[in-house]
């Protein structure tokens, strides 16, 4: 099973971290990052939220371009 490429990744963010398998259900993926290490709000993964405001949750942590 393969998920739709997350925004947060083709924008290519300093703190996403990839895609993680869910222990509990082989076939449920979760992208994540630094900012929510368990899963990304869906907005922000696939939405039109580029999370360069606060969003309640994130840790400070927000969209920082890679070098």
């Not at 990744?9 to 509990?24: I, L, N, P, S, Y």
């Not at 082989?26 to 939405?47: H, K, L, M, W």
Request: hydrophobic fraction near 25%; glycine fraction near 10%; include cysteine.
């Amino acid at each position: 099973m393969s998920i739709e490429e997350p925004k947060c990744f083709a924008r290519r963010c300093v703190h996403f971290r990839g895609v993680k398998q869910d222990q509990d259900r082989e076939d449920t993926e979760r992208v994540t990052c630094d900012a929510f290490p368990d899963g990304i709000p869906n907005d922000i993964a696939y939405g039109d939220n580029p999370h360069d405001k606060p969003v309640e949750g994130d840790g400070g942590i927000r969209y920082e371009r890679a070098g």
